[in-house]
């Protein structure tokens, strides 16, 4: 796999909408990753918010998913996917977006509120709000924070017709967070 190959992904299957909301794929991935960089993420989570969503690009599952009362594990995918060239850092917080979003569910009452109605259709998919339990593992993450801040950024990338740089202005900053050998 090579920074290209990713690139490529996004160019053949990146086109199509971002699950019930107004922009595509790779809008959505791009204006993640602008909202990392303008508050001064390091490479590792600007990394991480461009790839958050690789793992739907991977399996190319229908649009309306969720509406079909299925979870594509997505997060999973794609972290797993990205381990064998990328650090825990960029991998970890992608791994943890959608728990991200279940522990801000059931510690901030109006960070639930404020959610789409296709983030609300795919938590109840995804398990719900933490229970304590829960809530106290994810803080024994060591990347939970990041994981917060990028849930943030993942919620607020949906703004339709948004001009940003394009994925070659992050060719860089993959570059050097990428670890992988051949
Ligand atoms: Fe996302």
Redesign the pocket.
């Known amino acids: 796999m090579s920074i290209d190959e990713i690139f490529r992904l996004f160019l053949e299957r990146g086109a199509s909408l971002?699950f019930g909301e107004r922009v595509t794929q790779t809008e959505?991935?791009l204006q993640?990753a602008a909202l990392a960089e303008r508050e001064r993420a390091g490479a590792d989570l600007i990394a991480a918010a461009l790839l958050?969503?690789i793992g739907h690009l991977l399996h190319a599952l229908p649009e309306d998913i969720a509406e079909r009362g299925i979870d594509s594990r997505h997060e999973a995918w794609g972290a797993a996917w990205l381990a064998g060239y990328f650090g825990p850092a960029v991998v970890d917080p992608i791994r943890m977006?959608v728990a991200a979003k279940r522990y801000l569910c059931a510690t901030e009452p109006a960070y639930m509120a404020s959610l789409s109605a296709a983030s609300r259709l795919s938590l109840d998919l995804q398990g719900g709000p933490f229970s304590p339990t829960e809530l106290a593992a994810f803080e024994q993450e060591p990347h939970f924070r990041s994981a917060l801040a990028l849930r943030r950024w993942?919620d607020a990338?949906k703004v339709p017709g948004l001009a940003l740089p394009g994925l070659e202005h992050y060719r860089s900053i993959l570059d050097s967070v990428w670890m992988a050998q051949g």
Do not use: T
Request: proline residues 0%.
């Open positions: 971002y959505h991935a993640c958050h969503d977006h993942d990338a």
